[in-house]
């Protein structure tokens, strides 16, 4: 049965799934603004129009140039982040508890994927599961 301090250990090793899923969204809002901005330039003509394409693109562009620095900003805690938790993982002795966590936490594997990978039964999954938490040491960085 998972305990306070699992659930906290659980906390600690989820960051880098969060993380890496926000960067993922801003990615998608990164590929957003840059379709837009692609939409606005395949419409210009040799026709005078008016200032507010042009000021569009300017403001798409911007807003590429800021989503860019923080996706860049975001990978660089994102790597550091996984190396420590990585570190942490690999202080765990026992091979098949280390793997647990390695797929569960790094690789975002559902318990029942690891199951499969590792030719266990799932309920014994979740006591190596259980185990690697209970090995797990979190120290602060």
């Known amino acids: 049965m998972l305990t306070d301090i699992h659930r906290e250990k659980i906390t600690y090793l989820n960051q880098y799934r ?12 990164l590929e957003n603004w840059k379709s837009k901005i692609y939409n606005v330039t395949s419409t210009i003509s040799d026709m005078p129009k008016g200032k507010g394409r042009a000021d569009t693109i300017a403001s798409g562009i911007a807003n590429i140039n800021e989503i860019e620095e923080t996706i860049n900003s975001d990978i660089d805690v994102l790597v550091n982040l996984r190396k420590n938790i990585e570190t942490q ?4 002795k026992d091979l098949k508890q280390k793997e647990v966590l390695k797929c569960r936490y790094l690789d975002f594997k559902k318990f029942e994927e690891i199951a499969v990978e590792l030719k266990i039964d799932i309920r014994w999954i979740y006591r190596l599961h259980e185990k690697a938490l209970d090995n797990l040491t979190i120290e602060s960085h």
């Open 18 to 29: 969060y993380a890496d899923k926000e960067i993922d969204r801003k990615i998608r809002e």
């Open 89 to 92: 993982i690999n202080k765990v």
